[in-house]
Every structure is written in C-alpha cells, then in structure tokens.
C-alpha cells in the first residue's frame, strides 16, 4: 500500500500555491523520501507539475526546516517532524 | 571583543514574535541589573516607499517557533561577541502594519556603551537575514510583492 502523499508547511511566498490553512501536499509519500535532497526534488516535481508558471529554480534557495533547526540537504528525514518549507527571508 | 563564557546571573533573553502591537512602555522592561551601565534600542517602522513604490501596508508572515528559537540564538551569540553579560528584547510582529507602525523593537542592556550599540545593530543585522521572517508589501497602485531576501538553505 502507498503511504499518503507528505504536506508540508510553507511561508511568504509559497503561501500563494498553499490550501488555506497555509499547507501543501506532495503526492510522493513519506516512504519515499530518504533525505531532505529528496523531499526538495519531490517539491520540484510537484511545482512543475501543478504550477509550471513558478520558476522552480527559486526553489534552490528554499531551505527545509523543523520548528527547531534548518536541516542539511544531505540530513535523513526523520519520521514524525512536520516539515516546513523557508523562502529567503527579509524580516525586519 | 569577547569569546569567553556568558555569565548566566547577568544575562536575560526575552523573544516574542506575534501579533501584538509592540507596546512603546517595554522601555520599563526589566531586563536591567544594576551591573548595566549603557541601553540602546532599535525600533524598525514601516516606511511609505520602497523600491520605487509607494506603499500603503506590509503583512508580514514568520514561521514563529523557529523564528523565536533563531533569535534567541542571534542574542545570546551577540552577547557572548560583545561581552559576557547583558540583556536582551526582541519583539517583531506579524500580521498586516501600516505605514507608521512599528514592526520591529530591540533593546539591550549591557555594562558599556560600546557594546550596547553594537550587540544592538549585531542583533538587527543578523535578525535580518536568520530569522525566518517574509514580509508581503501592498502598493497604493493596488499591487502586491513578497519582497527578496536571504536564502537559509544549508549544503
């Protein structure tokens, strides 16, 4: 059986291409994402497919997050984080 | 410059990111120890023209829990880099402001002035491109823009 497809959390821009309560759902599921350098092809794939308008070379600069740390593209994903998708930021 | 150890009795850190208005009577915060010669503050305000624009308000967007993990790390780095005590605040909204408002507020106590004004501008700066933090400007011309900022990507 497919595990469900992943959602994961986006701001800023991102939010323009979430459901209303500001998540996005991969088809690709948890099971089938190893590392965050998967899960970031996965988003890639899913904005090509969904938005082929967003020029998905912006995603290269998004980072992957829990709500404790940025993790390493090369870091294994660790079941039960939910995961959040970073835009470059500009607070202030 | 100091790298030496943060003296825990002599160091206070409050973060806050939320939708609050930041109220200007955090001047009476009491992060001050009788040890704390010097305050500085920094007020960030949304101003009316940016790139060209004029403009009416900015919403601005955080992922909160990392945001005020981030920095509470950006003021107990700055001030180990300026010292070994101090106190920091740091309060930054969320939610749509309007040109005027304040969007932003840090303010320090340390032992000198020397490094009240530097742990302020260190905590600012690095704020600016750590903390995960969007800002969406709405244009008296009726358009939008999330504006450009720093990728946090790690490699």
């Known amino acids: 059986m497919n595990s469900p497809g992943i959602r ?62 940025i993790l390493h593209s090369n870091e294994a994903l ?12 500009c607070g202030g | 410059m100091s790298t ?9 850190i409050d973060v806050r990111v939320s939708e609050d208005p930041i109220e ?25 023209r940016n790139h060209g624009k004029d403009v009416l308000s900015v919403s601005y967007d955080a992922f909160v829990p990392l945001a005020e993990k981030t920095l509470r790390d950006i003021a107990e780095e700055g001030i180990l880099k300026f010292g070994s005590s101090g106190s920091v605040l740091i309060r ?18 340390t032992p000198h002035r020397d490094e009240a004004f530097a742990l302020c501008r260190y905590v600012i700066e690095e ?3 750590r903390a995960p933090i ?6 008296t011309n009726g358009e939008t823009d999330w504006l450009k900022g720093h990728a946090l990507c790690r490699h």
Request: net charge negative.
């Open chain 1, 8 to 69: 994961v959390r986006v701001f800023g821009v991102l939010r323009n291409y979430s459901d209303d309560s500001g998540m996005i759902t991969l088809s690709a599921g948890r099971d089938d994402l190893k590392t965050v350098r998967d899960f970031k092809n996965a988003f890639i794939a899913h904005f090509k497919e969904h938005f082929p308008e967003y020029d998905s070379g912006e995603i290269e600069d998004c980072a992957l997050a829990t709500e404790n740390e």
């Open chain 1, 78 to 89: 660790l079941v039960g984080d939910e995961l959040a998708v970073l835009p470059p930021v």
């Open chain 2, 4 to 12: 030496g150890k943060i003296r825990e009795s002599e160091v206070m």
């Open chain 2, 24 to 48: 200007l009577s955090l001047h009476g915060w009491t992060g001050y120890q009788p040890a704390f010669g010097a305050s500085n503050s920094f007020f960030g305000v949304v101003r009316n």
């Open chain 2, 92 to 109: 930054h909204r969320t939610g749509n402001l309007k040109v005027g408002e304040v969007s932003v507020l840090i303010l320090v106590h």
């Open chain 2, 127 to 129: 704020l600016k491109v």
């Open chain 2, 134 to 139: 969007w800002k969406k400007e709405f244009y």
